[in-house]
């Protein structure tokens, strides 16, 4: 099954600063994405249509456990649509619980 693959502006927002700090960054993006697009339902599920995925960034060379972290959610009112949520280094932050998560959706327009 391909899906199609939308961001949101946290996710772009996000992105864009971890794109300046490592070089691999943007491939290492590219490579997710074509993994998401085939298996959709790749990570952790958060519950309520949340997962979460863990990425690589070479550049950082610390593999998928040190990497990045995206936060996919799946688009009901569009035909196998996967979107982009939010995007985040595991070195700077350690996990999103409930009331990042549910403001992160707020501020998307998805809640």
Known sequence: MSCKIYTFPS???EAKRL????KSFKSDLKELMNELSSSPSLGADLGGGLRK???AIKSKGTGK???ARIITVVLADIEDGLGL????DKSERSTLKGKK???LLKKN???
């Open 65 to 67: 456990s040190g990497g």
């Open 109 to 111: 327009g998805l809640v």
């Open 101 to 103: 998560l549910t403001d």
């Open 11 to 13: 996710f772009e927002r």
């Open 19 to 22: 794109n300046k700090r490592y």
């Open 85 to 88: 949520l939010y995007i985040y």
């Open 53 to 55: 995925v863990r990425m």
